[in-house]
């Protein structure tokens, strides 16, 4: 068979409601707790549980539900491309296009707040130009052939890049090092970001679901695999690896989250022709009950590794990628078996475009930041000093979110959609 064969299972004949719903539910939740973590005064329940606590809050499972969902999205994005004829090694190319995409906004966003003494001018015009230059580079254009789109749209794209250039060159920020001195730094990748991280942990999905794309087995395999990866990375297995601990996790970044990704892949094939659940019924079944393994798994490695986000444990890992099973079959049973979508109307243009949600909240509040430096009306963000604090600022916040989802629907409609 050649390279360019159609080798991937057959693709669904209907998109799956239920994943954009899922996504858009997951990013509105993010823009939520990323908001509502500035309020004073909350729930304990309503913060990320410490390194070293023993447990997990449901601000704990955004990050990897969103990893989830990825793993969930490269099955039907490999497939269609395979199923239209493309070559392996283009596939790849689009892979390794995306990971460095995601890696390079992660980097750019993990370095905010820049220095503004040392950079000699305000850290918020930084970022609020990076966000910018953001929308300008991976903005998805209509594709033309004339008229002034044929210049227009790549003339766009390449200011974007020379303003990240731009950016990247005139970076400066601080570092606080062990003594308590701080320091001017360039540019570091330091822990890649969450984009960063998702980047990582997606190529880590695609490089095992490409060549094991038909054995469902083989991905759930591939997690256990992932889970030890994390297990030797902290015996010190990697110590003497040179150059790549020093950039990446290899146990945290690559196993761990890694495997989060290939579990939302696993439920991804089973809507694929070929699968052992040919039925709605069969689907469902097999979510809960790959779920409740999930589960048992995490429980079992609990007395070796606690459960802890920021140590990414595969105690962590297991567990919340079981609970993600399990919420994704009752969405999917709502949705695409029972019919009743209406719901996630609200929500849809999160999941159809969520990276620009994702990055939205910071635009508008650099906005509003960088419009009171250049007037000198007010100095920061007003609207944090609004409800700031208990019930009242959760309020707040969940206005914030679902404004910002609004908004990325409006922008939707001018064309101002993000694809990595």
Avoid at 190 to 199: D, F
Avoid at 360 to 387: H, Q
């Amino acid at each position: 068979m050649t390279d360019t064969a159609v080798t991937a299972p057959t693709l669904p004949p209907t998109r799956l409601a239920s994943m954009d719903a899922f996504r858009g539910l997951t990013i509105l939740i993010m823009i939520f707790v990323n908001d509502v973590a500035g309020v004073k005064g909350i729930p304990w329940w309503m913060k990320h549980a410490d390194t070293k606590d023993d447990f997990m809050t449901f601000v704990d499972l955004v990050f990897p539900a969103f990893l989830f969902i990825v793993g969930m999205a490269i099955p039907f994005a490999i497939g269609r491309r395979r199923e239209r004829g493309e070559a392996l090694w283009r596939v790849w190319a689009h892979v390794l296009v995306r990971t460095a995409g995601l890696l390079i906004v992660g980097v750019f966003m993990v370095n905010m707040p820049a220095n503004t003494d040392a950079m000699g001018f305000p850290a918020q015009y930084w970022s609020l130009a990076v966000y910018l230059a953001v929308i300008l580079v991976w903005n998805d254009y209509p594709k033309t052939d004339d008229g002034p789109g044929r210049w227009l749209f790549p003339a766009l794209r390449g200011i974007g890049i020379g303003v990240l250039i731009t950016m990247a060159i005139a970076y400066r920020g601080k570092s606080t090092g062990a003594d308590g001195v701080e320091t001017v730094v360039r540019m570091r990748t330091q822990w890649w970001g969450i984009l960063g991280l998702i980047g990582w942990a997606y190529l880590v999905g695609c490089a095992c679901y490409l060549p094991l794309r038909k054995q469902i087995a083989g991905m759930v395999g591939m997690i256990t695999l992932l889970s030890l990866l994390f297990v030797a990375d902290d015996k010190g297995l990697f110590n003497s690896v040179p150059f790549l601990p020093g950039y990446v996790g290899i146990g945290s970044q690559l196993g761990s989250h890694g495997s989060i990704v290939v579990a939302g892949c696993v439920l991804g094939m089973l809507f694929f022709a070929g699968s052992s659940a040919q039925s709605p019924r069969d689907r469902i079944i097999w979510m809960l009950v790959f779920g409740l393994g999930l589960v048992a798994a995490a429980w079992m490695i609990h007395p070796l590794y606690i459960i802890s986000k920021n140590l990414a444990t595969p105690t962590w890992c297991l567990m919340c990628s079981g609970i993600c099973c399990w919420l994704f079959a009752a969405i999917y049973l709502l949705m695409d078996v029972w019919g009743f979508t209406k719901w996630a109307a609200i929500i849809r243009p999160a999941g159809e475009n969520p990276l620009l949600a994702y990055i939205l909240p910071s635009i508008v509040g650099g906005a509003i930041t960088c419009f009171g430096i250049a007037t000198g009306l007010y100095k920061g963000n007003p609207l944090w000093s609004v409800a700031n604090a208990g019930g009242a600022g959760i309020v707040r916040s969940v206005v914030w979110a679902f404004a910002i989802v609004a908004l990325t629907g409006l922008l939707g409609r001018i064309r101002v959609r993000l694809r990595l």
